[in-house]
């Protein structure tokens, strides 16, 4: 029998039962119906465990950025993060000194529920260096084109590391502010006109020029204030050198990434890593986060 035929003889058979067969299989399609709908929705809440436990298994990646940035230099990371399912924070380095800079990013990491692959760029990696000394949930130390510095030395690091081809002065200009109460402080600021040179030459110009004008000032004492603790020593430790650095020297970042035994990678960028390879960087930051799960 046809399936036209079926549901014709069906039709016929509703009608001289006076309706009593459509209420039954109104009735049978109801509960189908509560029976299906269950099932579906279920599997979605199952799938969308499964897809949310796989998210809150990643660690959340903390970024810590440096002198002369702010934390919208990590933009293109945290892009390619995200989408890789890691959460992200950053931390608005106050580039105070350390006592003040640590403190901020304590607080971050106080606010951040299981582990953390901590990221530091230039002085920040001052920052991370102390910030992350007996905090367990720190997984790994991620460096950038970063200061390194031992407990008992200046955020910059032992003044008398081998370096075959040194830098000239960062050319600089300091501006005094003047608080409310009269206190006063002096920060310095890179030159906008040789910001790109410096920091940024292999940035596309107009991103380097508006890096230049939204560039956060370093404390001018900020370098010279001591580490109290280095986390380096207990935690895993990557380092990314930029070959092309022109505001650190890249033989003084291989030779912190040796000292902290770090596992070292090298790219062929300016200081401003994290704008120029942005991939690079994740792709150490993720290495990171795989090796310290």
Known sequence: MTRLTRLTRLTRLTRRTSGLLSIGAATALAVGAALAVPA??????????????????????VLVHGAFADSSSWN?????LTHDGYPVRT??????GLPTDTAAAKDVLRSVHGPVILVGHSYGGAVITEAAAGDSEVRALVYLAALAPDTGETASGPSDIPV?????????????????????????????????ERFAADVDPQTAAEMAVTQRPLDAGATRT????????????????????????????????????????????????????????????????????
Do not use: C
Not at 41 to 51: C, I, P, R, W
Not at 76 to 80: F, L
Not at 91 to 96: C, E, I
């Open 40 to 61: 579906f929705a279920s599997q979605g809440t199952a799938s969308a465990a499964a897809s949310t436990a796989g998210r809150e298994a990643k660690p959340t990646v």
């Open 76 to 80: 293109a990371v945290i892009k390619r």
């Open 91 to 96: 931390v608005a380095n106050p580039l105070r």
């Open 164 to 196: 075959e081809h040194p830098l000239p002065p960062l050319p600089s200009e300091q501006v005094t502010t003047v608080a409310a109460d009269g206190s006063q402080s002096v920060d310095v600021y890179l030159r906008q006109d040789r910001f790109a």
């Open 226 to 293: 001591e580490v109290t603790a280095a986390a380096w020593h207990d935690i895993p430790s990557y380092y990314l050198t930029a070959a092309n650095d022109r505001t650190i020297e890249p033989e003084k970042e291989r030779w912190f990434a040796r000292r902290i035994h770090a596992h070292a990678e090298e790219v062929d960028s300016s200081h401003a890593v994290m704008v120029s390879h942005p991939g690079a960087v994740t792709r150490l930051i993720e290495e990171a986060a795989r090796e310290q799960d």
